[in-house]
């Protein structure tokens, strides 16, 4: 299974991970904690969807939505991207102001299947789906506003 993980990163730390070698083994030295990371599972594309109605198979640059999930810049052969501090602003903007009740109020999950939306479980209770992509939602968001308020930049990995 894929799982969408988040880590702040300083700007020193950003530029030693865009230069290293081996950029998973380099993500694993950077110290995570609840402070500074954030894994959302397999919602990610769920997520990508509801944002853009699209699925996340490509990053849509001028969508602060998608950047959110996908990060901004793809660095090295598995799926690691970084999003700049100030990008991390908007997003956390972007963010702050989406309506996620009033989203999953009008969320048809059929859409979902329809477009293979990664995990593909968008078959099980519709509830219990809704109240997982909210509970994601708050995380990512929280996530975001942290990394805001610390100018952090942040890294994505799906792995």
Aim: charged letters at 25%; aromatic letters at 14%; a negative charge.
């Amino acid at each position: 299974m894929y799982t969408a993980e988040y880590r702040q990163v300083s700007n020193e730390e950003l530029n030693k991970l865009i230069h290293s070698e081996d950029k998973l083994e380099f993500l694993e030295t950077i110290d995570l904690n609840d402070l500074n990371s954030e894994n959302i599972e397999t919602l990610w594309d769920g997520l990508h969807f509801l944002f853009t109605k699209k699925p996340a198979n490509s990053i849509i640059k001028n969508n602060p939505l998608s950047v959110a999930i996908l990060g901004q810049n793809i660095i090295g052969d598995e799926y690691i991207s970084y999003i700049d501090n100030y990008s991390v602003s908007l997003i956390y903007k972007n963010l702050k102001h989406y309506d996620i009740e009033n989203a999953l109020k009008n969320v048809d999950f059929e859409d979902f299947i329809v477009n293979e939306i990664y995990p593909n479980t968008w078959t099980q209770d519709r509830e219990k789906m809704a109240e997982d992509i909210k509970y994601y939602f708050y995380k990512l968001k929280d996530f975001y506003k942290s990394s805001y308020e610390k100018n952090n930049n942040v890294v994505v990995s799906i792995i």
